[in-house]
């Protein structure tokens, strides 16, 4: 069974939207990635969950180079007419106009300073980032009008853009979460082929602490049987980079993603297959699909309980119990009518 390094999925499947379906289809496993310019009708997003502590996201890109497999953000691909598949890591749709939209969104009157999440379906210091530079130019944005914005990554480039967010921070305009699956970097690249070392990671929470911009870290996603030993250590680490806070987040494979999973374990580790799978299900009461609020995230059940328990004795033994910093809401409504007042004065 041929497998391409440097993805995370090997099969296309079929669309739910796609009247005639013809099964998991495979392309050509050389292909490049392609980039498509959007245009962005709607930037900002309201999030309806109880589980996400933002009220508003951003994302600059669609589909994801990263490749991890188990990624929620797989399912929101088809509705583009392409498969959550190879081609969520292949075709990846560029919002070119983003951060212009985003400052518009910020002059309306209307608009009421709330932070907004940075990333809250794909990474937006995906590698299409070095090129593009939208999400500096967002943070540049966000600057200018000082409005607050909690990034979540699990990509180091978060570091070139260190100067914006040291002064972001000043402001106490800024969040990142980083998002670490394990230290083992054989492990971690079958997780997620295109992210940086854990290494690398350990080092930008770290530059990033010792800069003042206040970091949480993300053990996500705890997948049973594989990485679900490493709660502790990645606590450990983090700590020891200056982390403030740490949370666990459990696998859960909605809509195409048990398809891609099951061809994955096939590939990566037939010999645990089924355990993986059994333990997945012991998390979401029998099923490998979890979409109920208050459950999906963190499971249920005995498995959820140890991991619970073991993510809880890890954030006291290592003090990454500390409260994120509130993000600050009150410069926005100044600089937005600073900001309008240049606009006239040059007009």
């Given at each position: 069974m041929y497998t391409?390094?440097?993805?995370?999925?090997?099969?296309?499947?079929?669309?739910?939207?796609?009247?005639?379906?013809?099964?998991?289809?495979?392309?050509?496993?050389?292909?490049?990635t392609q980039f498509i310019p959007v245009r962005s009708k709607r930037l900002i997003n309201e999030v309806d969950s109880p589980d996400i502590p933002h009220n508003w996201s951003v994302n600059p890109y669609q589909?994801?180079?990263?490749?991890?497999?188990?990624?929620?953000?797989?399912?929101?691909?088809?509705?583009?007419?392409?498969?959550?598949g190879m081609d969520f890591e292949r075709k990846v749709m560029v919002k070119l106009d983003a951060p212009r939209v985003l400052e518009e969104t910020f002059q309306k009157p209307s608009w009421k300073a709330s932070p907004i999440m940075l990333s809250g379906n794909?990474?937006?210091?995906?590698?299409?980032?070095?090129?593009?530079?939208?999400?500096?130019?967002?943070?540049?944005?966000?600057?200018?009008?000082?409005?607050?914005?909690?990034?979540?990554?699990?990509?180091?480039?978060?570091?070139?853009?260190?100067?914006?967010?040291?002064?972001?921070?000043?402001?106490?305009?800024?969040?990142?979460?980083?998002?670490?699956?394990s230290l083992q970097a054989g492990l971690q690249q079958i997780l997620e082929p295109r992210t940086s070392t854990?290494?690398?990671?350990?080092?930008?929470?770290?530059?990033?602490?010792?800069?003042?911009?206040?970091?949480?870290?993300?053990?996500?996603?705890?997948?049973?049987?594989?990485?679900q030993q490493e709660i502790l250590p990645i606590a450990r680490a983090v700590a020891e980079a200056?982390?403030?806070?740490?949370?666990?987040?459990?696998?859960?494979?909605?809509?195409?993603?048990?398809?891609?999973f099951v061809d994955w374990l096939d590939r990566y580790f037939p010999d645990r297959k089924?355990?993986?799978?059994?333990?997945?299900?012991?998390?979401?009461?029998?099923?490998?699909?979890?979409?109920?609020?208050?459950?999906?995230?963190?499971?249920?059940g005995n498995l959820a309980v140890i991991l619970a328990k073991q993510a809880e004795v890890a954030r006291r033994k290592y003090h990454l119990n500390q409260p994120m910093p509130a993000l600050n809401t009150s410069l926005h409504a100044f600089h937005k009518t600073a900001q309008m007042d240049l606009f006239a004065q040059a007009c």
């Open positions: 391409q390094k440097g993805r995370g999925a090997q099969i296309n499947p079929p669309s739910p939207f796609e009247k005639l379906s013809r099964g998991a289809q495979v392309t050509d496993p050389g292909a490049a589909g994801c180079e990263h490749g991890c497999v188990y990624c929620y953000a797989r399912n929101t691909h088809p509705y583009w007419g392409y498969s959550a794909t990474d937006c210091y995906q590698p299409a980032e070095k090129h593009y530079r939208l999400t500096r130019q967002i943070l540049e944005v966000c600057l200018k009008y000082r409005h607050p914005v909690s990034i979540v990554t699990k990509n180091a480039l978060i570091l070139r853009d260190l100067d914006l967010l040291r002064e972001l921070a000043e402001y106490q305009l800024v969040h990142v979460a980083f998002s670490i699956t854990p290494e690398k990671k350990l080092l930008a929470i770290r530059t990033l602490s010792d800069a003042g911009v206040p970091v949480m870290v993300l053990a996500a996603p705890i997948i049973p049987a594989i990485n200056g982390a403030l806070s740490f949370q666990h987040m459990v696998v859960r494979l909605n809509g195409a993603l048990p398809e891609l089924e355990k993986v799978l059994n333990g997945i299900k012991s998390l979401h009461g029998g099923s490998l699909q979890n979409s109920r609020f208050g459950h999906r995230m963190k499971g249920a």
